[in-house]
């Protein structure tokens, strides 16, 4: 009996969260344009460039890191392994649709 219950606790609180696959909509306040990069690691690597001013001086280096620039409004479905606060995504509408990669939930209008 306890483990109908527990079970049962688990399958409701799951309901609650939404389905990863759920279509999630792109943009945050303020941005037009939201950066999908090619993983955590291209990211990381970008934001570093970027604190040090090199997006100003040469772009290519942090444009290299992305795999797409998708547009505020765009749909994306959350693939692979979502983490606590960034989500790996695949664009289904849209000029980019079509493209993988990685964003912060910030990005998300879940």
Request: with cysteine; charged share 20%.
């Amino acid at each position: 009996m306890r483990r109908l219950m527990i079970a049962a606790a688990l399958v409701t609180a799951w309901a609650g969260l939404g389905r990863a696959d759920d279509p999630a909509l792109l943009g945050r306040p303020g941005m037009e344009q939201i950066y999908v990069w090619l993983n955590y690691e291209s990211w990381s690597e970008g934001l570093a460039l970027i604190r040090a001013g090199v997006h100003e001086t040469d772009p290519q280096m942090v444009i290299r890191l992305l795999a797409c620039i998708a547009k505020k409004g765009d749909h994306a479905v959350i693939v692979g392994r979502p983490s606590l606060a960034a989500k790996t995504i695949l664009v289904i509408d849209g000029a980019h649709k079509g493209c993988r990669g990685f964003v912060t939930d910030e990005d998300l209008g879940m």
